[in-house]
Protein backbone atom coordinates (compact mmCIF):
# COMPACT_ATOMS: atom_id res chain seq x y z
CA UNK A 1 0.00 0.00 0.00
CA UNK A 2 2.78 2.35 0.79
CA UNK A 3 3.92 1.78 -2.56
CA UNK A 4 0.87 3.01 -4.48
CA UNK A 5 0.16 6.31 -2.25
CA UNK A 6 4.15 7.19 -3.23
CA UNK A 7 3.26 6.45 -6.97
CA UNK A 8 0.17 8.56 -6.49
CA UNK A 9 1.97 11.16 -4.72
CA UNK A 10 5.10 11.30 -7.13
CA UNK A 11 2.90 11.54 -10.26
CA UNK A 12 0.73 14.33 -9.23
CA UNK A 13 3.85 16.16 -8.21
CA UNK A 14 5.82 15.27 -11.10
CA UNK A 15 3.06 16.61 -13.23
CA UNK A 16 2.41 19.73 -11.67
CA UNK A 17 6.50 20.56 -11.78
CA UNK A 18 6.51 19.83 -15.71
CA UNK A 19 3.22 22.02 -15.85
CA UNK A 20 5.16 24.60 -13.91
CA UNK A 21 8.52 24.54 -15.90
CA UNK A 22 6.70 24.22 -19.07
CA UNK A 23 4.75 27.42 -18.29
CA UNK A 24 7.83 29.33 -17.60
CA UNK A 25 9.34 28.22 -20.80
CA UNK A 26 6.08 29.25 -22.56
CA UNK A 27 6.56 32.76 -20.49
CA UNK A 28 10.00 33.10 -21.18
CA UNK A 29 9.46 32.82 -25.22
CA UNK A 30 6.70 35.64 -25.01
CA UNK A 31 9.00 37.98 -23.31
CA UNK A 32 11.72 37.60 -25.76
CA UNK A 33 9.28 38.01 -29.03
CA UNK A 34 8.02 41.17 -27.00
CA UNK A 35 11.44 42.48 -26.47
CA UNK A 36 12.19 42.05 -29.81
CA UNK A 37 9.23 43.99 -31.26
CA UNK A 38 9.92 46.56 -28.86
CA UNK A 39 13.70 47.07 -29.51
CA UNK A 40 12.37 47.31 -33.24
CA UNK A 41 9.72 49.72 -32.87
CA UNK A 42 12.52 51.95 -30.59
CA UNK A 43 15.18 51.92 -33.65
CA UNK A 44 12.12 52.72 -36.29
CA UNK A 45 11.30 55.38 -34.08
CA UNK A 46 14.84 57.42 -33.45
CA UNK A 47 15.58 56.90 -37.04
CA UNK A 48 12.30 58.64 -37.87
CA UNK A 49 12.99 61.48 -35.55
CA UNK A 50 17.01 61.68 -36.96
CA UNK A 51 15.31 62.23 -40.46
CA UNK A 52 12.70 64.55 -39.15
CA UNK A 53 15.35 66.60 -37.38
CA UNK A 54 18.06 66.78 -40.01
CA UNK A 55 15.62 68.20 -42.33
CA UNK A 56 14.45 71.19 -40.13
CA UNK A 57 17.86 72.14 -38.76
CA UNK A 58 19.88 74.66 -40.32
CA UNK A 59 23.48 73.63 -42.25
CA UNK A 60 26.26 72.35 -40.26
CA UNK A 61 27.79 76.01 -41.49
CA UNK A 62 25.11 77.68 -40.21
CA UNK A 63 25.73 80.10 -36.85
CA UNK A 64 25.95 77.46 -33.83
CA UNK A 65 23.37 80.09 -31.63
CA UNK A 66 20.87 79.57 -35.20
CA UNK A 67 21.40 75.76 -34.94
CA UNK A 68 21.03 75.61 -31.35
CA UNK A 69 17.96 77.78 -31.19
CA UNK A 70 16.17 75.94 -33.79
CA UNK A 71 17.06 72.33 -31.93
CA UNK A 72 15.60 73.23 -28.63
CA UNK A 73 12.17 74.56 -30.49
CA UNK A 74 11.97 70.93 -31.62
CA UNK A 75 12.97 69.83 -28.97
CA UNK A 76 10.25 70.83 -26.78
CA UNK A 77 7.56 70.11 -29.44
CA UNK A 78 8.97 66.47 -29.52
CA UNK A 79 9.46 66.47 -25.43
CA UNK A 80 12.50 64.11 -25.75
CA UNK A 81 15.53 63.71 -24.17
CA UNK A 82 17.85 64.67 -26.68
CA UNK A 83 21.64 66.80 -27.38
CA UNK A 84 23.13 67.61 -30.42
CA UNK A 85 26.48 67.62 -31.31
CA UNK A 86 28.85 68.91 -34.22
CA UNK A 87 31.27 66.84 -36.06
CA UNK A 88 34.34 66.69 -33.61
CA UNK A 89 31.78 66.14 -30.64
CA UNK A 90 31.29 69.33 -29.00
CA UNK A 91 28.28 70.12 -27.52
CA UNK A 92 25.81 72.34 -29.58
CA UNK A 93 22.63 72.11 -28.09
CA UNK A 94 20.19 69.91 -25.20
CA UNK A 95 16.79 69.92 -24.23
CA UNK A 96 16.00 70.05 -20.76
CA UNK A 97 15.05 66.47 -20.21
CA UNK A 98 18.44 65.16 -21.78
CA UNK A 99 20.58 67.41 -19.11
CA UNK A 100 18.26 66.27 -16.19
CA UNK A 101 19.36 62.87 -16.96
CA UNK A 102 22.92 63.13 -17.42
CA UNK A 103 23.22 65.01 -13.71
CA UNK A 104 21.37 61.78 -12.88
CA UNK A 105 23.61 59.67 -14.33
CA UNK A 106 20.75 58.28 -15.75
CA UNK A 107 21.71 57.48 -19.71
CA UNK A 108 22.53 54.24 -19.81
CA UNK A 109 19.91 53.62 -22.87
CA UNK A 110 21.74 56.29 -24.73
CA UNK A 111 21.90 56.16 -28.31
CA UNK A 112 23.47 58.05 -30.88
CA UNK A 113 22.66 58.81 -34.95
CA UNK A 114 25.10 60.46 -36.78
CA UNK A 115 23.44 62.69 -39.63
CA UNK A 116 24.49 63.31 -42.89
CA UNK A 117 26.68 66.18 -42.45
CA UNK A 118 28.37 64.83 -39.81
CA UNK A 119 26.66 65.83 -36.84
CA UNK A 120 25.57 63.54 -33.93
CA UNK A 121 22.18 63.15 -32.56
CA UNK A 122 22.26 61.50 -28.89
CA UNK A 123 18.90 60.33 -27.76
CA UNK A 124 17.90 59.07 -23.99
CA UNK A 125 16.11 55.88 -25.46
CA UNK A 126 12.38 55.21 -24.12
CA UNK A 127 11.73 52.25 -22.15
CA UNK A 128 9.41 51.37 -24.26
CA UNK A 129 7.51 53.47 -27.92
CA UNK A 130 4.40 55.51 -27.26
CA UNK A 131 1.16 53.18 -27.61
CA UNK A 132 0.51 52.59 -31.45
CA UNK A 133 3.89 53.76 -32.65
CA UNK A 134 5.05 50.97 -33.77
CA UNK A 135 1.68 50.98 -36.39
CA UNK A 136 2.53 54.07 -37.82
CA UNK A 137 0.06 55.75 -35.41
CA UNK A 138 0.36 59.29 -34.42
CA UNK A 139 -0.57 58.87 -31.00
CA UNK A 140 1.88 58.96 -27.48
CA UNK A 141 1.89 62.48 -26.96
CA UNK A 142 1.30 61.58 -23.04
CA UNK A 143 4.33 59.58 -23.33
CA UNK A 144 6.44 62.38 -24.94
CA UNK A 145 5.06 65.32 -22.50
CA UNK A 146 6.07 62.68 -19.66
CA UNK A 147 9.57 62.36 -20.98
CA UNK A 148 9.72 66.01 -22.29
CA UNK A 149 9.18 67.08 -18.49
CA UNK A 150 11.62 64.76 -17.22
CA UNK A 151 9.26 62.20 -15.66
CA UNK A 152 9.91 58.19 -15.57
CA UNK A 153 7.48 56.11 -16.66
CA UNK A 154 7.45 53.03 -14.90
CA UNK A 155 6.90 49.39 -16.76
CA UNK A 156 5.11 46.40 -15.69
CA UNK A 157 7.21 44.21 -14.24
CA UNK A 158 6.61 40.18 -13.66
CA UNK A 159 8.55 38.67 -10.54
CA UNK A 160 11.85 37.46 -11.96
CA UNK A 161 11.96 39.10 -15.15
CA UNK A 162 12.30 42.71 -14.84
CA UNK A 163 10.69 45.83 -16.73
CA UNK A 164 8.63 44.10 -20.35
CA UNK A 165 11.85 44.18 -22.83
CA UNK A 166 14.45 42.76 -20.64
CA UNK A 167 16.05 39.72 -19.99
CA UNK A 168 14.22 38.06 -16.86
CA UNK A 169 16.69 37.42 -13.71
CA UNK A 170 17.26 33.28 -13.83
CA UNK A 171 17.98 32.94 -10.45
CA UNK A 172 15.37 34.75 -9.07
CA UNK A 173 13.10 32.56 -11.66
CA UNK A 174 14.55 29.29 -10.43
CA UNK A 175 13.65 30.32 -6.76
CA UNK A 176 10.18 31.07 -7.62
CA UNK A 177 9.97 27.53 -9.64
CA UNK A 178 11.20 25.75 -6.38
CA UNK A 179 8.75 27.48 -4.43
CA UNK A 180 6.00 26.35 -6.59
CA UNK A 181 7.29 22.95 -6.80
CA UNK A 182 7.57 22.98 -2.64
CA UNK A 183 4.06 24.29 -2.12
CA UNK A 184 2.62 21.94 -4.58
CA UNK A 185 4.36 19.10 -3.06
CA UNK A 186 3.65 19.95 0.54
CA UNK A 187 0.14 20.39 -0.52
CA UNK A 188 -0.61 17.50 -2.13
CA UNK A 189 0.81 14.76 0.33
CA UNK A 190 -1.64 15.12 2.95
CA UNK A 191 -4.07 14.66 0.37
CA UNK A 192 -2.87 11.52 -1.24
CA UNK A 193 -1.71 10.20 2.51
CA UNK A 194 -5.13 10.32 3.55
CA UNK A 195 -6.51 8.48 0.45
CA UNK A 196 -4.01 6.01 0.99
CA UNK A 197 -4.47 5.24 4.56
CA UNK A 198 -8.08 4.68 3.74
CA UNK A 199 -7.22 2.13 1.69
CA UNK A 200 -5.18 0.68 3.84
CA UNK A 201 -7.06 0.65 6.46
CA UNK A 202 -9.99 -1.36 4.33
CA UNK A 203 -7.29 -3.49 3.31
CA UNK A 204 -6.44 -4.37 7.43
CA UNK A 205 -10.29 -5.00 7.93
CA UNK A 206 -10.17 -7.46 4.87
CA UNK A 207 -7.46 -9.44 6.34
CA UNK A 208 -9.26 -9.66 9.88
CA UNK A 209 -12.31 -10.35 8.52
CA UNK A 210 -10.39 -13.06 6.55
CA UNK A 211 -8.71 -14.33 9.83
CA UNK A 212 -12.17 -15.23 11.06
CA UNK A 213 -13.56 -12.02 12.97
CA UNK A 214 -16.64 -11.94 10.68
CA UNK A 215 -18.03 -9.20 12.93
CA UNK A 216 -15.43 -7.02 11.87
CA UNK A 217 -16.41 -3.95 9.67
CA UNK A 218 -14.71 -1.22 8.32
CA UNK A 219 -15.52 2.68 8.21
CA UNK A 220 -17.62 3.57 5.26
CA UNK A 221 -17.95 7.43 6.31
CA UNK A 222 -17.79 9.73 3.07
CA UNK A 223 -19.24 10.21 -0.39
CA UNK A 224 -16.50 9.07 -2.62
CA UNK A 225 -15.30 5.72 -4.71
CA UNK A 226 -13.35 4.52 -1.36
CA UNK A 227 -16.49 4.99 0.51
CA UNK A 228 -18.41 3.04 -1.70
CA UNK A 229 -16.28 0.13 -1.41
CA UNK A 230 -16.16 0.50 2.20
CA UNK A 231 -19.49 -0.07 2.44
CA UNK A 232 -19.91 -2.72 -0.26
CA UNK A 233 -17.67 -5.09 1.82
CA UNK A 234 -19.51 -4.23 5.06
CA UNK A 235 -22.66 -5.46 3.36
CA UNK A 236 -21.18 -8.59 1.20
CA UNK A 237 -19.48 -9.55 5.28
CA UNK A 238 -22.85 -9.19 6.57
CA UNK A 239 -24.65 -11.95 4.35
CA UNK A 240 -21.23 -13.85 4.51
CA UNK A 241 -21.54 -13.80 8.18
CA UNK A 242 -25.64 -14.45 8.02
CA UNK A 243 -24.92 -17.19 5.92
CA UNK A 244 -22.23 -19.56 8.11
CA UNK A 245 -23.70 -18.34 11.04
CA UNK A 246 -27.30 -19.93 9.69
CA UNK A 247 -24.99 -23.46 8.04
CA UNK A 248 -23.42 -23.54 11.40
CA UNK A 249 -26.78 -23.84 13.42
CA UNK A 250 -28.84 -25.84 10.77
CA UNK A 251 -25.73 -28.48 11.19
CA UNK A 252 -25.64 -28.21 14.91
CA UNK A 253 -29.40 -28.59 15.14
CA UNK A 254 -29.15 -31.07 12.39
CA UNK A 255 -26.62 -33.32 14.31
CA UNK A 256 -28.46 -32.91 17.66
CA UNK A 257 -31.77 -34.43 15.60
CA UNK A 258 -30.22 -36.92 14.00
CA UNK A 259 -29.58 -38.53 17.25
CA UNK A 260 -32.83 -39.39 18.13
CA UNK A 261 -33.70 -41.26 16.04
CA UNK A 262 -30.60 -42.96 15.26
CA UNK A 263 -30.30 -44.09 18.97
CA UNK A 264 -33.81 -45.60 18.50
CA UNK A 265 -33.01 -47.84 15.19
CA UNK A 266 -30.13 -49.16 17.01
CA UNK A 267 -31.97 -50.02 19.95
CA UNK A 268 -34.70 -51.57 17.98
CA UNK A 269 -32.11 -53.37 15.88
CA UNK A 270 -30.15 -54.68 18.88
CA UNK A 271 -33.56 -56.27 20.26
CA UNK A 272 -34.69 -57.51 16.94
CA UNK A 273 -33.01 -60.42 17.01
CA UNK A 274 -34.22 -61.75 20.00
CA UNK A 275 -37.32 -60.51 19.76
CA UNK A 276 -40.37 -62.64 18.25
CA UNK A 277 -44.37 -61.95 17.38
CA UNK A 278 -45.98 -59.20 17.99
CA UNK A 279 -42.52 -57.80 19.43
CA UNK A 280 -40.88 -58.32 16.61
CA UNK A 281 -43.73 -56.54 14.72
CA UNK A 282 -43.52 -53.19 16.78
CA UNK A 283 -39.85 -52.97 16.38
CA UNK A 284 -40.39 -53.29 12.63
CA UNK A 285 -42.86 -50.28 13.12
CA UNK A 286 -40.50 -47.84 14.77
CA UNK A 287 -37.56 -48.88 12.64
CA UNK A 288 -39.83 -47.79 9.61
CA UNK A 289 -40.65 -44.86 11.53
CA UNK A 290 -37.21 -43.83 12.37
CA UNK A 291 -36.30 -44.38 8.77
CA UNK A 292 -38.60 -42.10 7.58
CA UNK A 293 -38.01 -39.59 10.38
CA UNK A 294 -34.05 -39.39 8.91
CA UNK A 295 -35.48 -39.07 5.21
CA UNK A 296 -37.81 -36.34 5.88
CA UNK A 297 -35.05 -34.16 8.41
CA UNK A 298 -32.42 -34.98 5.67
CA UNK A 299 -34.53 -33.90 2.91
CA UNK A 300 -35.97 -30.60 4.41
CA UNK A 301 -32.11 -29.95 5.85
CA UNK A 302 -31.06 -30.25 2.11
CA UNK A 303 -33.98 -28.19 0.81
CA UNK A 304 -32.73 -25.15 3.53
CA UNK A 305 -29.42 -25.46 2.61
CA UNK A 306 -30.90 -24.74 -0.90
CA UNK A 307 -32.90 -22.20 -0.37
CA UNK A 308 -30.24 -20.07 1.83
CA UNK A 309 -27.83 -20.78 -0.84
CA UNK A 310 -30.32 -19.21 -3.54
CA UNK A 311 -31.29 -16.33 -1.76
CA UNK A 312 -27.73 -15.75 -1.62
CA UNK A 313 -27.22 -16.03 -5.27
CA UNK A 314 -30.12 -14.72 -6.62
CA UNK A 315 -31.22 -17.74 -8.90
CA UNK A 316 -34.59 -19.82 -9.26
CA UNK A 317 -36.66 -19.40 -12.08
CA UNK A 318 -40.27 -18.06 -11.28
CA UNK A 319 -43.44 -18.00 -13.65
CA UNK A 320 -46.89 -17.64 -13.10
CA UNK A 321 -48.36 -20.26 -10.76
CA UNK A 322 -52.46 -21.05 -10.54
CA UNK A 323 -52.70 -20.65 -6.51
CA UNK A 324 -56.33 -22.24 -6.68
CA UNK A 325 -55.70 -25.59 -8.21
CA UNK A 326 -52.08 -26.06 -6.59
CA UNK A 327 -54.41 -25.29 -2.81
CA UNK A 328 -57.39 -27.70 -3.88
CA UNK A 329 -55.14 -30.60 -5.14
CA UNK A 330 -53.35 -30.07 -1.30
CA UNK A 331 -56.26 -29.88 0.55
CA UNK A 332 -57.52 -33.03 -1.20
CA UNK A 333 -54.69 -34.61 -0.46
CA UNK A 334 -54.25 -34.15 3.30
CA UNK A 335 -58.51 -34.01 3.77
CA UNK A 336 -58.59 -30.18 4.76
CA UNK A 337 -61.54 -28.16 3.42
CA UNK A 338 -60.98 -25.45 0.83
CA UNK A 339 -62.84 -22.31 1.71
CA UNK A 340 -62.65 -20.17 -1.94
CA UNK A 341 -66.38 -18.59 -2.35
CA UNK A 342 -64.84 -16.02 -4.59
CA UNK A 343 -65.27 -16.59 -8.32
CA UNK A 344 -62.06 -13.91 -8.86
CA UNK A 345 -59.59 -16.26 -7.20
CA UNK A 346 -60.04 -18.54 -10.13
CA UNK A 347 -58.41 -15.91 -12.35
CA UNK A 348 -55.38 -15.33 -10.10
CA UNK A 349 -52.03 -16.22 -10.03
CA UNK A 350 -48.36 -16.07 -7.93
CA UNK A 351 -45.44 -15.41 -9.79
CA UNK A 352 -42.93 -18.32 -8.31
CA UNK A 353 -41.87 -21.54 -8.40
CA UNK A 354 -44.95 -23.87 -7.96
CA UNK A 355 -42.80 -26.70 -6.82
CA UNK A 356 -41.83 -24.76 -4.07
CA UNK A 357 -45.47 -22.92 -2.86
CA UNK A 358 -47.11 -26.25 -3.07
CA UNK A 359 -44.09 -27.24 -0.27
CA UNK A 360 -44.93 -24.57 1.94
CA UNK A 361 -49.09 -24.89 1.58
CA UNK A 362 -48.25 -28.77 2.11
CA UNK A 363 -46.28 -28.22 5.08
CA UNK A 364 -48.78 -25.82 6.65
CA UNK A 365 -51.59 -28.45 6.28
CA UNK A 366 -49.65 -30.95 7.50
CA UNK A 367 -48.73 -28.93 10.48
CA UNK A 368 -52.09 -28.51 11.46
CA UNK A 369 -52.92 -32.28 10.70
CA UNK A 370 -50.63 -32.75 13.71
CA UNK A 371 -50.95 -30.60 15.99
CA UNK A 372 -54.14 -29.13 15.28
CA UNK A 373 -57.25 -31.91 15.93
CA UNK A 374 -59.07 -33.39 13.19
CA UNK A 375 -60.66 -30.19 12.00
CA UNK A 376 -58.25 -28.60 9.16
CA UNK A 377 -59.95 -25.51 7.02
CA UNK A 378 -57.78 -24.11 3.99
CA UNK A 379 -59.30 -20.13 3.42
CA UNK A 380 -58.35 -18.09 0.22
CA UNK A 381 -58.83 -14.34 0.45
CA UNK A 382 -57.74 -11.80 -1.81
CA UNK A 383 -56.62 -8.72 0.04
CA UNK A 384 -55.67 -5.39 -2.34
CA UNK A 385 -52.66 -6.51 -4.59
CA UNK A 386 -52.14 -9.71 -2.18
CA UNK A 387 -53.37 -13.24 -1.70
CA UNK A 388 -53.62 -14.71 1.71
CA UNK A 389 -53.94 -18.82 2.29
CA UNK A 390 -55.05 -19.24 6.10
CA UNK A 391 -54.89 -22.85 7.16
CA UNK A 392 -57.28 -22.62 10.37
CA UNK A 393 -56.90 -25.78 13.22
CA UNK A 394 -58.63 -26.49 16.28
CA UNK A 395 -56.14 -27.47 18.42
CA UNK A 396 -54.34 -25.99 21.69
CA UNK A 397 -53.05 -22.99 19.80
CA UNK A 398 -49.46 -21.62 20.00
CA UNK A 399 -48.97 -19.08 23.63
CA UNK A 400 -48.45 -15.51 22.22
CA UNK A 401 -44.83 -15.39 22.64
CA UNK A 402 -44.38 -18.24 20.74
CA UNK A 403 -45.84 -16.96 17.21
CA UNK A 404 -42.31 -15.94 16.38
CA UNK A 405 -40.14 -18.68 17.44
CA UNK A 406 -42.01 -21.30 16.11
CA UNK A 407 -40.40 -20.00 12.39
CA UNK A 408 -37.00 -21.05 13.79
CA UNK A 409 -35.62 -23.81 12.31
CA UNK A 410 -35.44 -26.93 14.79
CA UNK A 411 -37.77 -24.83 17.15
CA UNK A 412 -41.14 -26.90 18.33
CA UNK A 413 -42.88 -25.91 21.34
CA UNK A 414 -42.62 -27.85 24.79
CA UNK A 415 -44.00 -31.34 24.44
CA UNK A 416 -45.19 -31.82 20.87
CA UNK A 417 -41.80 -33.94 20.10
CA UNK A 418 -42.86 -36.34 22.48
CA UNK A 419 -46.48 -36.44 21.30
CA UNK A 420 -46.96 -35.96 17.41
CA UNK A 421 -43.27 -36.30 16.09
CA UNK A 422 -41.78 -33.33 13.31
CA UNK A 423 -38.39 -32.58 13.17
CA UNK A 424 -38.79 -28.82 13.56
CA UNK A 425 -38.19 -27.48 9.90
CA UNK A 426 -41.34 -27.11 8.25
CA UNK A 427 -42.41 -24.08 9.78
CA UNK A 428 -39.16 -22.55 9.03
CA UNK A 429 -39.01 -23.81 5.37
CA UNK A 430 -42.33 -21.86 4.76
CA UNK A 431 -40.77 -18.71 6.34
CA UNK A 432 -38.17 -18.80 4.38
CA UNK A 433 -39.94 -19.69 0.82
CA UNK A 434 -42.64 -16.90 1.45
CA UNK A 435 -39.76 -14.51 1.71
CA UNK A 436 -37.80 -16.35 -1.12
CA UNK A 437 -41.73 -14.77 -3.00
CA UNK A 438 -41.66 -11.63 -1.50
CA UNK A 439 -44.35 -12.83 1.11
CA UNK A 440 -45.28 -13.03 4.87
CA UNK A 441 -46.12 -15.66 6.94
CA UNK A 442 -47.91 -15.50 10.80
CA UNK A 443 -49.77 -17.16 13.10
CA UNK A 444 -52.93 -15.91 14.86
CA UNK A 445 -55.07 -16.97 17.47
CA UNK A 446 -58.57 -18.72 15.93
CA UNK A 447 -61.70 -17.30 16.95
CA UNK A 448 -63.08 -20.28 18.94
CA UNK A 449 -60.02 -21.76 19.57
CA UNK A 450 -57.31 -23.23 17.21
CA UNK A 451 -54.39 -21.16 15.32
CA UNK A 452 -54.27 -19.77 11.97
CA UNK A 453 -51.08 -19.32 10.08
CA UNK A 454 -51.45 -16.80 7.59
CA UNK A 455 -48.97 -17.25 4.41
CA UNK A 456 -49.53 -13.68 2.21
CA UNK A 457 -47.95 -13.61 -1.32
CA UNK A 458 -47.97 -10.83 -3.50
CA UNK A 459 -50.05 -11.55 -6.91
CA UNK A 460 -48.49 -11.67 -10.03
CA UNK A 461 -48.28 -8.22 -12.52
Same mark, same amino acid.
Given at each position: ??????????????????????????????????????????????????????????????????????????????????????????????????????????????????????????????????????????????????????????????????????????????????????????????????????????????????????????????????????????????????????????????????????????????????????????????????????????????????????????????????????????????????????????????????????? &???? #???? =???? *? $????? /?? +??? %?????????????????????????? &???? #???? =???? *? $????? /?? +??? %??????????????????????????????
Amino acid at each position: MKALYWRIYLTLVLVLAAFAFGSAWLFQRQIEQERGHVESAVSDRTQAIAQLIQRVLPPATAARAEQAQVFEDWAQRLRMAIALDDAKGRRIATSEAFERREETGDTARMVQIVLDDGRRISFVRPQRPPPGFAQGGQEGGAARLAEGRGLRREEPHWPGFGPLGHRPNGQVLVILLLLLFVGVAAGAFPVVRRLTRRLEALKAGVEQFGAGKLSHRVHDEGRDEVAALASSFNQAAARIEALLHSHQSLLANASHELRSPLARLKMAFAMLDEASGAQRERLQREIHTNIAELDALVEEVLLASRLEADAQQGSGGKEPVHILAVAAEEAARSGAELDAEDDAISTLRISGEERLLRR &ALRN #LLEN =ARRY *G $GGEVL /LR +LRQ %QGQRLELRVCDRGPGVPEAMRERIFE &AFFR #LPGH =AEQA *G $GVGLG /LS +LVK %QIAQRHQGTVRCEAREGGGSEFVLSLPLAG
